[in-house]
């Protein structure tokens, strides 16, 4: 009962912790740190009641020994007794002789409820030292477990690390993948793209206004010219144009 009331609330205690800690989704490293004390906590604990469960075990046993120390002390004045008695008797004192044989015989009663102390201890002895080999071995466990913890602890810390480490990596990638349209390099791209199309409008605006003014050119020159016949026409004399229609159809002579 001892062993199991002391592992099992540790037990209940740690799952506790531990649960509350994933619920929280704390920082690995906190969170490991913090499992490593809460797992040395409980291990004091377990010492603590261990030595008290020890504790207990040997003033039982010392309480025994001490029993079977005075039955022993207890044999030892009967005997005495005893043998006074005979030398009395021996002697011819009856009287002085069965005064110590009642000596013995009050020694023996005394021998006897030691050794009844004595036996009716035992059977707790033997199973309080079952529990506290037990609970020997089970502190040794949490033990080994707690050494197990620390090295799982830096592990899990390290793959972590790397885990951490290439998420940054893969951000970093990702930042300068021309591909992606949403990265650094792809919006800087993207906004060349539009500069390289803003002036390659003012370009095509520019060489629509240049052909505008060449035209509007030409316009005043076939005015110009019209106007220069118009004033030739007038003048008697035909324009270069008419001449050369009248000399197209005017008779040919050899």
Do not use: C
């Not at 506790?16 to 994933?22: E, F, R, T, V």
């Not at 010492?47 to 039982?60: F, K, P, V």
């Not at 033990?143 to 090295?151: G, I, V």
């Not at 893969?170 to 949403?182: E, G, M």
Request: charged share 30%; hydrophobic share 40%; glycine share 4%.
């Amino acid at each position: 009962m001892a062993k199991q009331s002391i592992f099992g609330r540790i037990s209940t205690l740690l799952r506790a912790n531990i649960n509350s800690m994933l619920d929280s989704a704390e920082d690995p490293q906190k969170m490991l740190d913090q499992l490593v004390r809460d797992y040395s906590n409980s291990i004091a604990d377990a010492e603590a009641a261990i030595a008290e469960t020890i504790g207990n075990l040997r003033l039982l046993e010392r309480d025994h020994e001490e029993d079977i120390q005075e039955a022993s002390e207890w044999g030892n004045k009967a005997l005495a007794a005893s043998r006074k008695a005979d030398q009395l008797r021996t002697a011819g004192s009856t009287a002085d002789a069965d005064k110590f044989d009642n000596l013995a015989k009050i020694a023996l009663q005394r021998q006897i409820g030691s050794e009844r102390e004595a036996r009716a201890v035992e059977p707790t002895i033997a199973s309080q030292s079952e529990v506290v080999a037990k609970l020997k071995d089970g502190l040794n466990g949490m033990k080994q477990k707690l050494e197990q913890l620390r090295s799982k602890r830096s592990e899990l810390l390290a793959r972590a690390k790397t885990a951490e480490a290439q998420n940054k990596v893969h951000d970093a990638v990702k930042s300068i993948d021309v591909l992606d349209p949403t990265s650094e390099l792809g919006r800087f791209e993207d906004k060349i793209r539009r500069q390289e199309a803003l002036a390659q409008g003012k370009e095509e605006l520019a060489a629509s206004s240049l052909d505008a003014q060449f035209n509007s050119l030409d316009d005043m020159g076939e005015l110009t010219e019209v106007e220069t016949r118009l004033a030739e026409l007038k003048a008697g004399t035909p324009a270069p144009a008419q001449q050369a229609i009248d000399a197209s159809t005017a008779p040919y002579t050899p």
